[in-house]
Structure formats: C-alpha cells, structure tokens
C-alpha cells in the first residue's frame, strides 16, 4: 500500500505551479491600488478640511473654492501611482 502512495505522490507532484513572478507582480499591483487609492483619499478629505465643505456642497460657512484638480505621478517602491491633487 505505501508503493502505491508514493506513486499517486509522485504523479500529481508536478500538477501545481507556482509563477512566483506573476504573484509577485500581482501583488505589487494591488500595493499600488492601495497606496494610490489611500494617498487620493487623504488628498480629498485635506482639500474639505481646508475649504469647510465637501465637493460640490454649497456653504456660507466655505473659506474657499475647489476649482478642479491636476494629475500628479508619485513613484513608489512598488511602482508609480498617479494621484489627484485637488
């Protein structure tokens, strides 16, 4: 019996492969989504602080207006990201 285990071992050993370079770049696209998404979010919620509203909302209290925003790329270590600068 324990012949016939090695043997079923042996044939569906080599079934799985692993790219380690598409993982790895996988990864690296996700860490970059990430930091992209985190980095633009932060820009959005300093540009309400720093105007006392939101986009678009209209206030009487607003210290200033958003008059667009302007792409910017920010190399990361895991690749470039572009950001929104608002």
């Not at 324990?2 to 690296?28: F, M, P, R, W, Y």
């Not at 300093?46 to 667009?68: F, K, M, V, W």
């Amino acid at each position: 019996m324990g012949n016939v285990t090695q043997k079923n071992e042996k044939s569906i050993s080599g079934a799985i492969k692993i790219d380690e370079k598409e993982i790895g770049d996988h990864l690296n696209q996700l860490v970059r989504q990430s930091v992209e998404d985190t980095i633009n979010s932060l820009l959005d919620a300093e540009a309400d602080a720093i105007c006392n509203a939101t986009r678009y909302q209209h206030s009487p209290d607003r210290l200033d207006s958003r008059a667009g925003s302007y792409k910017r790329k920010l190399l990361t270590t895991s690749g470039e990201v572009e950001l929104t600068v608002l």
